[in-house]
T-cell receptor, first 111, second 112 residues
Framework: QKEVEQNSGPLSVPEGAIASLNCTYSDRGSQSFFWYRQYSGKSPELIMFIYSNGDKEDGRFTAQLNKASQYVSLLIRDSQPSDSATYLCAVKLYNFNKFYFGSGTKLNVKP | SQTIHQWPATLVQPVGSPLSLECTVEGTSNPNLYWYRQAAGRGLQLLFYSVGIGQISSEVPQNLSASRPQDRQFILSSKKLLLSDSGFYLC?????????WGFGNGTRLTVT
């Protein structure tokens, strides 16, 4: 069983729309949760992280965490073509300092 | 601020040759350090992580090894590369807290 699951996509949204990306995880010992954006051929760059249940907003991005249901999501408001990338979800386990990544969701924002 | 240096950026090696990838972190002390591999079109696979000098934990049994000779230096090695070792290798650091970490720019390894 994979620790972190993501729909591989591609997810296509029109410019200006809200993109919704989802991630589920299996280990209830997961402590904190990260969203990364990765452009083709580049290393991932951190968008934001969340460790408390609820929503966390940063500019156009909102992360949502539901530990009871073991899912974390990322909403991108006013999507731009420059947001087209693969979005990776990662979880950090509490006791082991290990980060596990999902396989990523490819997002296409159409002008 | 913390920066992480990783080199080389690209590498082409024949099957059976040795490998050494190096990663150093600046701007922090006693970081947790990680090696990940990303195969083409795939997610990141955790290979090794280290919480201190000489402390290495392996996630996946394979022909790779890692060492941490200094606090902010992390090395990935192989004695004999396999074709399946091709991929994008990423070094990462963490402060051990709930957030605060980042990736190096990666090494694209092609084994021929």
């Amino acid at each position: 069983q994979k620790e972190v699951e993501q729909n591989s996509g591609p997810l296509s949204v029109p410019e200006g729309a809200i993109a919704s990306l989802n991630c589920t995880y299996s280990d209830r010992g997961s402590q904190s949760f990260f969203w990364y954006r990765q452009y083709s051929g580049k290393s991932p760059e951190l968008i934001m992280f969340i460790y408390s249940n609820g929503d966390k907003e940063d500019g156009r991005f909102t992360a949502q965490l539901n530990k009871a249901s073991q899912y974390v999501s990322l909403l991108i408001r006013d999507s731009q073509p420059s947001d087209s990338a693969t979005y990776l979800c990662a979880v950090k386990l509490y006791n082991f300092n290990k980060f596990y990544f999902g396989s990523g969701t490819k997002l296409n924002v159409k002008p | 601020s913390q920066t992480i240096h990783q080199w080389p950026a690209t590498l082409v090696q024949p099957v059976g040759s040795p490998l050494s990838l190096e990663c150093t972190v600046e701007g922090t002390s006693n970081p947790n350090l990680y090696w990940y591999r990303q195969a083409a079109g795939r997610g990141l696979q955790l290979l090794f992580y280290s919480v201190g000098i000489g402390q290495i934990s392996s996630e996946v049994p394979q022909n790779l090894s890692a060492s941490r000779p200094q606090d902010r230096q992390f090395i990935l090695s192989s004695k004999k590369l396999l074709l399946s070792d091709s991929g994008f290798y990423l070094c990462a650091w963490s402060d051990g807290g709930v957030g605060g970490w980042g990736f190096g720019n990666g090494t694209r390894l092609t084994v021929t």
